[in-house]
């Protein structure tokens, strides 16, 4: 992997979320699983940041939802991991899982 | 609905890139929908907020970083250009010297900000035309006579003239007039005293104005006997009838009369009406003026009217002068009037036009105080940086483009500067409005104006450009010859740049001498009027003012029982110590002009009308105020009862009457006003002078007090000696008053010491503005002293250390440099006092109790220029004697 294309922390978490609410995942939907998981305030703005960041790297794309069943319904940007963010994220968990290893918090998690 | 706060909201729109802006802006809102439905409104907001903080950095870091930002290209090729390098470079060196920026563009801000400020004030109150269209021929149209001295006694005009005028059509396209007074209005709630106008139709449609709701007066409405209608303000619409389009058509009473409202005048078109000429005081409600039937109007109105397109006001007076001719016999009493033509916008406030002048006058000194400081500190930066420039030089950079470094470091303090001045200007007219409190309600309408920006721009950008000017005309000078050379003194002995610095202090010193001595002399009037004895005890004195007309009140007898028996119901209570009442308490009593005359003596020849001080006054009047009776008496409940025909006099007017002393109590005068000779009246009593008007009244008036009996008054002031809180003696007498008649309420109440505080608010103004703007100057002017010497100490360092090395004493070295900076300030201070000589007769106007060349004045002012130049200079002294005559040839 070319340097750079490793993830920081806060690209992790966008990613893991996005793995997590699977098709639903959207700017605010992804902004409250952060901060309901890790429970660290988020705002919109970092994570449609991070999220451009993420699409320029290829790691991420974007497509727009159906429209919401109301009436004037707008459709959403839902967003989705790329094959490239999918190994990049793997790879990136799998560093962290290794260097865990051996070390006092290895147990804990 | 509720709303997002709507700057978070804009701000996150400008950072958020366009492809994601709908979302992210649509999702947010959504939330915020949700948050105001569960957690309200408030907390909904703030949470919004803070998301819009925190989204701010990563959003704009992000689309700084991005690597396909085409804009961060552009930006890229311009920071390599010539003139993006220029500015780079410039950008460095002054956040190399953080000092040194921050001293320059703060003086900037100060000089520049003060005079947009001030320019903004004389802008609006003296230069604009009224703010409506045809508003430069607006005139206010009086009669005058001159008096003895000269002077003008300046009245509105006799309703003749004004007939005559509006039967010539060649001269006004519009003719009005107006009577302010307060009145009675009456809602369902309760009554309440309010400010109110009776106006004539052309006032309205001279300032083009359109009702918000119904309609406003008509032709017909003067006529007595058409009706009784009125217009309401916006505000009164607002505040007491709640908005309610409905309220045309309904019924108020008026001073206990019926009347119809017909329509609400905008808020807009009341602050045009009392930006011209419409009197300070807020109009609540609006009254048909009573017309004529032979032309003008009854209740002797004050008249304005537009000029013709066409007609200047020159034009106009020589018409109204010939008119005069012809109408000067139809007019009653025997005095001889002519007709003034004034510009409306000349005659709103002239004196404080003059003082204005003044001010704009002093802040352009400050001004240049501090564009001599900022030419100082870059002048000390170019010599400190001369052989960085050398250097360059000789490596082969272009003079162009050197020049254009020091250009565009000027313009970055200058752009930082202006946009500080336009902050400080602002806080400025803010402090000024404070300062003129609401005495001097024009001041607090002048706003920051486009002209006043435009001003501070212009002014910016021609001082950084003359500022530029001089290192990059000493550059044409520089050879690279030097660069390896280290400086020495120049023949004369001085260091480089020695004489530049020496003209720039001195100047300073000048005009900061100016500055100061304009402020003492202005800080000197007002401390001698505010010291004025008002001639009674004004101290604990309050007034609380009482308005029977309309309210049924019709017999004179009826109005003063009435009163006499609030004043009775006051007396027996706890802490009350004296309680009176009358027509009018100074600062605020009546002025009629007219002539005295004495029985048994021949008027002499060269008698002449003059204005003189009435007041109508209750025996209980003299009590409240503390009056001791030069001689005679006070009026008796008796004389009142009887309608006797007596008077009080003050010392002045008796001494006036009979200078031999042959004469006085038991005397008898008479009145002759140009309502013609009022009854022969028995003087029963002589009272001490007293400031009748403002505190600066001319000692020599002559003071006329009558019984309240003469003239029933429908309206008078309670005056209440020995409560402290005001609120309380307007509750006492409120109480009182409702005793005896439910209905009624209570006009303004006052502390009869602070109105005479607010007859010199345009001094005080002056006085606080100018002393603010000299403390200024001679902070500036000492900085540039201690500025200049300190340099020169440091630059003269080795040269002092070689001195001190041969055997010169600490004391020569000090007198050296003490000889240095007194010279400065001796000659920087002469020339401002030449200056001031120059200018002392504009002064002398506004000056009052002084003359403009007050030796004390003088005296104070330049001591304390002369020990502030001089601890200036010490403390450079103090310097010079701490070097180390080892240290500074280590240095070598």
């Known amino acids: 992997m070319p340097k750079g294309e490793y993830l920081a922390e806060f690209e992790m978490f966008v990613m893991l979320a996005i793995l997590s609410l699977g098709d639903g995942a959207y700017g605010v939907s992804i902004r409250r699983e952060i901060e309901g998981r890790a429970g660290r305030p988020t705002s919109i703005g970092a994570v449609y940041a991070t999220l451009g960041r993420l699409e320029e790297k290829k790691m991420v794309e974007f497509r727009a939802s159906d429209p919401e069943p109301v009436q004037g319904g707008r459709s959403r940007k839902l967003v989705s991991l790329t094959a490239t963010g999918r190994a990049a994220l793997e790879h990136s968990t799998a560093m962290l899982r290794s260097m865990m290893r051996g070390t006092p918090l290895a147990q804990e998690g | ?892």
Request: hydrophobic content about 45%; overall charge positive.
């Open chain 2, 1 to 892: 609905m509720a709303s997002p706060p709507r700057i978070a909201r804009l701000l996150l729109k400008l950072a958020v890139e366009d492809r994601f802006s709908g979302e992210v802006m649509a999702s947010l809102d959504q939330e915020f929908e949700e948050l105001v439905a569960t957690g309200g409104e408030r907390w909904a907001r703030r949470w919004y907020r803070r998301q819009v903080l925190h989204s701010l950095g990563p959003l704009v870091r992000w689309r700084l970083t991005r690597r396909s930002a085409s804009w961060r290209k552009a930006v890229m090729s311009v920071m390599r250009s010539t003139p993006g390098l220029d500015g780079r470079y410039a950008m460095r060196n002054l956040f190399g010297a953080p000092s040194f920026t921050l001293v320059v563009v703060l003086t900037f801000a100060f000089g520049i900000g003060a005079n947009t400020a001030v320019f903004s004030l004389v802008h609006s109150l003296i230069l604009e035309p009224l703010p409506f269209p045809g508003g430069d021929r607006v005139v206010q149209l009086w009669r005058y006579e001159p008096n003895t001295q000269g002077a003008r006694s300046v009245v509105p005009p006799a309703r003749p003239m004004v007939a005559a005028w509006q039967e010539a059509g060649d001269i006004f396209d519009e003719i009005g007039g107006y009577t302010e007074e307060e009145l009675h209005l009456s809602t369902a709630e309760d009554v309440e005293m309010v400010m109110g106008a009776r106006i004539s139709p052309g006032i309205l449609s001279m300032v083009s104005a359109r009702p918000l709701v119904g309609r406003l007066f008509g032709l017909l409405e003067g006529i007595p006997g058409y009706g009784n209608t009125v217009i309401l303000s916006e505000e009164t619409w607002v505040g007491r009838f709640g908005s309610d389009p409905g309220v045309v058509g309904r019924t108020v009473l008026v001073d206990g009369a019926a009347h119809t409202i017909v329509g609400v005048l905008p808020g807009s078109v009341r602050a045009q009406l009392e930006a011209g000429f419409f009197g300070r005081r807020p109009k609540e409600v609006l009254l048909p003026l009573p017309s004529d039937p032979v032309g003008g109007w009854s209740g002797r109105p004050y008249i304005v009217a537009r000029l013709r397109p066409g007609v200047t006001a020159a034009a106009a007076q020589s018409r109204l002068d010939e008119i005069q001719t012809r109408v000067a016999p139809l007019i009653e009493g025997h005095s001889v009037w002519f007709p003034l033509v004034r510009s409306a916008r000349d005659a709103t406030s002239p004196t404080l036009r003059r003082g204005l002048w003044v001010v704009l006058g002093a802040v352009t000194l400050v001004l240049l105080v501090a564009c001599a400081n900022i030419a100082m500190l870059l002048l000390v930066r170019r010599v400190g940086r001369e052989a960085e420039m050398r250097v360059r030089l000789a490596l082969g950079a272009g003079r162009t483009r050197l020049a254009g470094e020091m250009l565009a470091e000027s313009l970055l303090v200058g752009c930082a500067g202006v946009l500080m001045a336009i902050l400080a200007a602002r806080w400025m007219l803010t402090g000024a409005a404070w300062i003129a409190g609401t005495a001097l309600p024009e001041i607090r309408s002048a706003r920051l104006n486009p002209e006043a920006l435009g001003f501070a721009v212009a002014l910016g950008l021609v001082t950084v450009l003359a500022f530029s000017l001089i290192p990059i005309l000493h550059l044409g000078r520089l050879t690279p010859a030097g660069a390896a050379s280290r400086e020495w003194p120049r023949p004369d002995g001085h260091p480089v740049g020695w004489r530049a610095h020496r003209s720039l202090v001195v100047a300073q010193v000048a005009l900061a001498t100016v500055l100061v001595l304009v402020a003492g002399l202005l800080s000197r009037s007002l401390g001698k009027l505010l010291a004025v004895d008002p001639g009674f005890q004004t101290a604990g004195l309050a007034a609380v003012g009482l308005d029977l007309s309309g309210a049924g009140y019709e017999g004179g007898v009826e109005r003063i029982a009435f009163f006499e028996e609030v004043v009775r119901g006051l007396e027996g209570r706890p802490g009350i110590e004296a309680v009176g009442w009358a027509r009018f308490v100074p600062p605020r009593v009546a002025g009629a002009i007219g002539s005295v005359h004495v029985e048994g003596l021949l008027p002499a020849e060269d008698t002449q009308p003059e204005p003189h001080a009435g007041n109508w006054v209750a025996p209980s009047y003299f009590t409240a105020v503390g009056t001791r009776f030069v001689a005679g008496r006070p009026f008796t409940s008796a004389e009142i009862s009887d309608r006797a025909q007596v008077v009080i006099l003050n010392r002045t007017g008796a001494r006036r009457l009979w200078p031999d002393g042959r004469g006085g109590v038991g005397s008898r005068i008479q009145l002759v006003s140009d309502y013609g000779p009022a009854p022969w009246m028995t003087v029963v009593g002589i009272v001490p002078d007293v400031k009748a008007w403002w505190l600066g009244d001319d000692p020599n008036r002559m003071q006329v007090y009558l019984p309240v009996s003469d003239v029933p008054p429908r309206s008078g002031v309670i005056l209440v000696r020995g409560v402290e809180d005001l609120g309380e003696v307007k509750t006492l007498v409120q109480h009182e008053v409702r005793r005896l008649d439910s209905g009624l309420p209570v006009g303004e109440s006052y502390w009869v010491r602070d109105a005479f505080r607010q007859t010199v608010a345009r001094q005080r103004f002056q006085a606080l503005l100018l002393s603010s703007f000299g403390v200024i100057g001679l902070l500036l002017a000492v900085l540039g002293v201690y500025g200049v010497l300190s340099l020169s100490v440091t630059r003269r360092s080795r040269e002092i250390g070689v001195r001190l090395a041969l055997g010169a004493t600490r004391g020569d070295v000090s007198r050296a440099v003490l000889v240095q900076g007194a010279r400065a300030v001796a000659v920087g201070t002469s020339i401002g006092l030449a200056l001031s000589y120059l200018a002392h007769g504009f002064l002398a106007d506004l000056l009052w109790g002084i003359e403009a060349l007050d030796p004390a004045s003088y005296l104070v002012s330049l001591a304390s220029i002369g020990l502030a130049g001089m601890a200036a200079t010490w403390v450079s002294t103090r310097r010079a004697m701490g070097i180390d005559p080892v240290d500074a040839l280590k240095r070598e």
